[in-house]
T-cell receptor, first 115, second 113 residues
Framework: DAGVIQSPRHEVTEMGQEVTLRCKPI?????LFWYRQTMMRGLELLIY????????DSGMPEDRFSAKMPNASFSTLKIQPSEPRDSAVYFC?????????????FGSGTQLSVL | DQQVKQNSPSLSVQEGRISILNCDYT??????FLWYKKYPAEGPTFLIS?????DKNEDGRFTVFLNKSAKHLSLHIVPSQPGDSAVYFC????????????FGKGTKLSVIP
């Protein structure tokens, strides 16, 4: 299995531009998570999907952030418009079950830099 | 308001010696704790976990200790190897089956050959 696949690995954009991050979860996993890692706040859960349905989006910082999961094999996290404070590493993770813990598998992340 | 705190951003240890990484939590509802390891340019991977009904869990060179009264846990790596050099994240949840993991900011361990 290829694991959780995220693209792009790096994204550099200018303030005000739209940014779209992509994720392909592990086949058969029915839970998908978007996390953000910053120096100040560490790893934070942004949104959690179960069976393609958003269950908890309380971690999404602002309306500028949106996430979709149109099918079991693809999810996007969009930031529009982007701001310099959005610069962070964004991780996608998937799990074969609703509860996670040991069964949470992360992608390699997208390093986002907003200038 | 950090509910899971890793107060040491970094730690250097000589190869062969013991590495001790510490984690404190403030939420008394947390009853399941995990450690994740992260190499550069990779995502975190699960390392070891412990339930609040235990005070120790061991897996090879890795042992996690839990002190519920102090709301403190620690990860011991014995003996430390250069391949252990990574960032270690402590995480906690309410219930072993919860989807919500609260992570600390991580401790960067460097094992010096």
């Amino acid at each position: 299995d290829a694991g959780v696949i995220q693209s792009p690995r790096h994204e550099v954009t200018e303030m005000g531009q739209e940014v779209t991050l992509r994720c392909k979860p592990i086949s058969g996993h029915n839970s998908l998570f978007w996390y953000r890692q910053t120096m100040m706040r560490g790893l934070e859960l942004l949104i959690y999907f179960n069976n393609n349905v958003p269950i908890d989006d309380s971690g999404m910082p602002e309306d500028r952030f949106s996430a979709k999961m149109p099918n079991a094999s693809f999810s996007t996290l969009k930031i529009q418009p982007s701001e310099p404070r959005d610069s962070a590493v964004y991780f996608c993770a998937s799990s074969p079950q609703q509860g996670v813990n040991e069964k949470l598998f992360f992608g390699s992340g997208t390093q986002l830099s907003v200038l | 308001d950090q509910q899971v705190k890793q107060n040491s951003p970094s730690l250097s240890v000589q190869e062969g010696r013991i590495s001790i990484l510490n984690c404190d939590y403030t939420n008394s509802m947390f009853d399941y704790f995990l450690w994740y390891k992260k190499y550069p340019a990779e995502g975190p991977t699960f390392l070891i976990s412990i339930s609040s009904i235990k005070d120790k869990n061991e897996d090879g060179r890795f042992t996690v200790f839990l002190n519920k009264s102090a709301k403190h846990l620690s990860l011991h790596i014995v003996p430390s190897q250069p391949g252990d050099s990574a960032v270690y994240f402590c995480a906690a949840s309410v219930g072993a089956g919860s989807y919500q993991l609260t992570f600390g900011k991580g401790t960067k361990l460097s094992v010096i050959p």
